[in-house]
């Protein structure tokens, strides 16, 4: 092949060393508006990995943006650019500062000011109408961005890729949507974005790098920048700048600009090269859940982009690009796009992470172990670990002790190993769960853990491995909850169990009773109604289903999925008590009262831990991880197995505070 | 109050413990996010507990403090348990006892009331009972860690008396380990912290008496106790009064404080917003106080010191905690002994800026004081002395610029067109459950009379008009005005298609079957529907949103709106986009309308539609003297309209700025 993901590539004035990109991305790293010493070492992580080019989080360009608390602020980033831009340096890795407006996309809980946007239409999301801005406000803007470019470079960086993407000023000015102005700035929709870049250029000159991240879908062809016209915009463009990011979204459809793994992964390479055919030589990268190497090397080879922006594969496994030249793609931790823990857009400021590599976004907090960090070489190096339980916590904790050297014995009760996420697996857009369970499994085969399946341990089977001088590690899951509301004949179904087709349900409508919110009832009732063509209720005690998931951004869509597959969704339904036939419910505020015909119910409700071995186990007992600690989720499991695996050295407490 | 018009119960002096009180105001604990990223408590706060210090409150209680790393269920929790706060804690009670007024650090681990995503560890509690909100399932302690969680308790006591506190209250109430040990509803244990409320009541009996050995004899130590839980199988009034006469027999404690609810599942009335009626929670200290003899706090929306005169003068509480009323107004104790009652500044209990924005994981701030949340800030004086202002307009955001221009020693003019001054708060203020609303115009209005502020109202201030007056500034507060939209035609296509601001002004009014198409989510369109549902209306809301009255949620109002609403027969919809209004002379309104998640239309019929929506900047007059010899500026709807909030922030700043 011609062009390969990780050779590098030429662009403006820089070499940079692969053609992945690890694109701009909200993070809460930041101290205050400021870059941290965390955002550093995340970025330095990426650059040893081998990532070509990094864009650094989106800065905004003036201080009454502030679009959420930790945004960072051009002018408060300089040390923080300077670090990156001395911590990337060894490596080669192209720097740019992410800069940006958000317009009427932003908010006013922070600066306490006024949005400003094209015009005063109100974001459909935050509902809070913007002022309209006027020339000499417009041309504050641009100088801003000079400035903040300027600033950049200044800083070390190779230049600035500037946001004109699905949360931006520059796109509001670009969109039919947003910009319902009179004047030039209205008949003339890119001219704000022409004068911003020229003024960057002016400002870092021609060996600085000026990039352009542009939705060209905004996916509401009523009004909205569609592909055709975006065609336009990117053959206009596309000359002002030396590297060009196609991305899509726009006010009514954010979510879509890097969802979850029910969209495609490489949903925009069709845009991206219909973009590339428009923007002449210039260098295109192509976004858009792409996190495969395969993918992208693909895309690349079909002429289809220049460089692939990989951002949450490089959360999952930041040496990418060192394990694809190694040969070793095999061995890259899997992103499998369920948007958990690096989807960090939320009120609560969640540290950006990942389900697969906690340690992620934790660089100098809780960094991973590599092996030769001794944590094998405790008081007996050679001591054998017995792990009872097959899913993502014992999985991690085996594979990582065998491949530092450890004889390690693996024992799954049920057929196959996984786990929670087996279930979890399940359904339309959810198969990319499953490599999450497949990557464990055939990571730990590799390093030599003897897994045995299909065989249920006995307390005193543990206490025998004990006395011959084994380390345990309990990682046994979570349970079921058969009966957790007053029932005279309804059947109840685990809804892991249903998912992993370990259970037949019986004809009839079905009720998947959903008190939690999180992804199982949503999931469950999906794939029951599409995938199975089953008639079925959710019921949620809230008033929206799965309201837990909000933090991945897709709140909205899930709901609309769900209408779309003619779940029938009884929300402000709490069950009261179940009967032969017959969900009775009640609502959690007034004293309505319902009742459901159903001839099952899928309870997904909250597990419990499964510790019944645990507690058998004499005193002091092993360590326990995940799930029969508490059921939690992924990202919790492969800490905790991580943790386990450090206390056999220090014999801590995990899971506690040691 | 005695016949001089004194609050003679409220400003008699009590002893609690060692400590003498100057009068019965208690500044209570609540959450502020004024803490640092880190944990530590910051400037704000001691500029906030000093200002109500000075304010004179007889006693200071800050916000909780967590005892163990365990516990960080919001990201500006103080952590306590670090060492390093001791000099924080300084720094606040140097400033408040420099008022001579004692100042107590409420102390607190909110066991199962929490989720992981700050600490990465497990969430303890009890039992493995999820908690409702954040619907995580905990570890269920075992005797070890229980011995941790009280040692954390003296640990962050013995902080406390290093950095100058008073004395300690422990938070056993709406969200606490302890009330979670107390509460059969989520204490499910089977060994000694189980069981019988003696049991139950263990973990608190050990905490208290710990934390008393910590301190010694001398500092007070009180305790605050959830008097009803409000949830099924939770704490009643009867077992509350047991567990506050087991807090007093064990001699340890000095005073008994008094809340209603739980946090994370009956915030609501904790936090009663207007549509509760004040004293609603005053049962509880009554039946606590007859139970025992320690002094008793009683808390429950008391917004006026005749509420909290009356409140002690009947005997049901021997102090009386007023969180809001002294945020909106820091000096209310002041006022109120100084007879000046009717200056202070009245809590709305609007929930808007103080409650809402906690859930927000924001700064507390309030509606109507601009400098709540920015005490620590410094503010400059004015530019120039004695400046010839002129206001135009008498809503909120013209009332405030007025009043703090002229409290800052300018000359100020203010032109209302209206016969009456208040804006659209008058409109919100019809609505019987909105009432309160108008103290927010009320108490501006107060203050400019007092201020002397030159008020004409029923004069339409034209660009020639503004300029005779000869100012030296002009503020443009000229609001906002609604907007038809498209769906619904021209405005002679149909009469009984109107804007809610007609329904409320009386303009128009709507009978038989009525459709309120909500565009904005919050109070409007709730509000209106229930004005005439209540006027004999058939009434329904549509919505594009996943839910009617969606922000109603941070306020707290979802509850008792959607109680309401119920009782009032008013149906709601959501996902409803509308199209389109078809007449046919005096027949009934066909409304058009898609759903846009499935894409399938629906129809309402109805004799009248009420419009909520958008509005625009009533801004003529801005434009009118944009080239005008004198400094113009603009605030509220007519920069971009919003909610009240902006107006009184901005007509502040710009007060401020003159």
Known sequence: MSVALVDSVTFGSVLAPSRVVFGPHETNLGDGRQLSDRHVAYYERRARGGAGVIVTETASVTTNDWPYERAPLADACASGWRAIADACAPYATVVLAGIGHSGGQGSSAFSQEVMWAPSGVADSVSREPPAALDGDAIAGIVSAFAGAALLAVRCGLAGVEVDAGAWSLLRQFHSGLTNLRQDRYGHDRLAVTREVLGAIRSAVGSRGIVALRVSCDELAPWAGVTPEQAADHVGELAPLVDLLTVVRGGPFDTGAYRPDSHTPAGFNLDLCAAMRTAAGPVPIVAQGSIVDVDMAQAALSEGKCDLVEMTRALIADSDIVAKARAGRSETIRPCILCNQACRVRDNRNPIVSCVMDPSSGYETVEPALLPGDGYASGNNPSAPVLVVGGGPAGLEAARILASSGRRVRLVERLPRCGGAIRGAAAGLGRERIGLAARWLEERALEAGVAIETGVQLAASDVEDARADGWDVIVATGSRFVADRYANSGMAVFDPLDVLAGRTGLPDGPLAVVDSVGDWVGVNVALWLAAEHGRTVSLLSPDVVAGTLLSRG??????????????????????????????????DPWTDRQDTIEAAAVIDCGHRLAEERLYQSLREPRPVRVGDCVAPRGLLEAVLEARRAVASLRTRQLVGGPG | MSAHGGYRHLFS???IGSLRLANR???????????????????????????????GAGLIITEEHSTHVTDWPYEKLIHGFHPDVVPHYRAITDAVHSYGVPILAQINHNGGQASSMYTRLPVWAPSAVPDPLFREVPKALDETEIAEVVSG???????????????????????SIVRGFLSPATNKRDDRYGGSLANRARLLLEVVSAVRETLGRRPVLGVRLCGDELIDGGTTIDDAVKVARMVEDCGAVDYINTSIGVATATLYT?????AIPPGYSLYIPSAIRSAVSLPVIGVGRFKDPL??????????????GVVRGQIADADFAAKARSGKASDIRTCLSCNQECVGRMGLNRWLGCIENPLAGRESLPVAPPRRKRRKVVVVGGGP?????????????HCVTLLERNLSLGGQVALAATVASRAEFLDITRNLIAAARRLSVDVTTGVEATASIVEGLEPDAVIVATGARPVRPWWAGPADSSSRVVDVRDVLEGTVAPAGSVVVVDDLGFHQATSVAELLADRGCAVEIVTPAMVVGGDLGVTLDLETWNIRAARKGVRQSTDLVAMGVTSAGEGPLQLNLVHHPTGVGATRSADWIVIVAHQTPEDDLWHGLRSAAFEVHRVGDCLAPRRAHSAIIEGHRVGVSL
Request: net charge positive; glycine share 12%.
């Open chain 1, 553 to 586: 951004g897709q709140l909205g869509e899930i709901n609309f999925r769900l209408e779309r597959v003619g779940v029938r969704r009884l929300l402000r339904s709490k069950v009261r008590a179940l009967e032969a036939g017959r969900v009775l419910v009640g």
């Open chain 2, 13 to 15: 002096p009590i002893s």
């Open chain 2, 25 to 55: 105001i208690v500044f209570s604990a609540h959450l502020t996010n004024y803490a640092t990223q880190q944990g530590r408590p910051s400037e704000q706060h001691v500029a906030y507990y000093a200002a109500r210090a000075a304010g």
């Open chain 2, 153 to 175: 308790y003296s640990k962050v006591a013995s902080h406390c008396l290093a950095g100058g506190f008073d004395g300690i209250e422990l938070q056993c109430s709406h969200s």
């Open chain 2, 270 to 274: 904790i936090e009663a917003s207007m």
């Open chain 2, 307 to 320: 509420q909290a005169e009356r409140a002690i003068a009947a005997g049901y509480c021997d102090l009386v």
């Open chain 2, 397 to 409: 955001g013209g009332l405030q610029a007025a009043v703090t221009s002229a409290e800052r020693g």
